[in-house]
């Protein structure tokens, strides 16, 4: 079955340091991949998204992602965080060529430290 | 241009009540899909609507049920209402099905069951 794992529940990183926030996806096939942000008590905002191509995906706000089908990741990067980072990020999937269903994992709560 | 519209933003239900959620999909997507968060998880699937049918199913019982209707607006339905179908309620739209297509998140509903 498609599923999502972000191995880290919390973390903290201190304002000006990079970050790497990990994704894992099961899927037979290559999947669709996503990044969303979700803010205190709001949606969700799109960071980037892996379709195909090149495996660097450049998002908003800074964020980049690799895809490496050898690991099975979809990690999260950002060579600088900002305090506005602070937030809960979401890793999905959906499967290449069939409706748009997203399959979320539990998501990572980044803490920014001044 | 608006983008996803959620309504009404929070509401408190009694067990066994049913309660309707409503959801205007961005300007110019025809597609709408409602998630389920509970709190510290990541979004669930319930169903995806398009040309005003069901197309898909998440595992959620039959308590859950929708509509859209001719202008792509959705509901969301629940009957019987649970403890544990507190929750953050979103939807999502998107144009057409294709998992190519950038699905656009609303604020959601906040559901609370007492």
């Known amino acids: 079955a498609q599923s999502v794992t972000q191995p880290d529940i919390h973390i903290t990183v201190s304002e000006g340091a990079s970050l790497e926030l990990r994704c894992n996806y099961s899927y037979g096939a290559t999947p669709y991949l996503f990044w969303y942000v979700q803010s205190p008590g709001q949606g969700l905002q799109l960071l980037l998204k892996y379709f195909s191509g090149d495996t660097l995906v450049q998002g908003i706000k800074g964020f980049e992602a690799e895809f490496k089908r050898s690991q099975s990741s979809f990690n999260l990067r950002k060579p600088s965080v900002h305090w506005s980072d602070a937030a809960e990020y979401f890793c999905a999937s959906s499967k290449s060529g069939a409706t748009n269903k997203l399959i979320f994992g539990t998501g990572t709560l980044l803490a920014v430290q001044p | 241009d608006a983008g996803v519209t959620q309504s009404p933003t929070h509401l408190i239900k009694t067990r066994g009540q049913q309660v309707t959620l409503r959801c205007s999909p961005k300007s110019g997507h025809d597609t709408v899909s409602w998630y389920q968060q509970a709190l510290g998880q990541g979004p669930q699937f319930i169903f995806q609507y398009y040309e005003e049918e069901e197309r898909q199913r998440g595992n959620f019982p039959d308590r859950f049920s929708g509509h859209q209707f001719p202008n792509y607006s959705s509901e969301l339905n629940v009957n019987a209402l649970l403890l544990g179908d507190s929750a953050l309620y979103l939807c999502?739209?998107?144009?057409?099905?294709?998992?190519?297509?950038?699905?656009?998140f609303g604020e959601g509903s906040w559901l609370t069951v007492v």
């Open positions: 999502a739209s998107s144009f057409r099905q294709g998992s190519g297509n950038t699905i656009y």
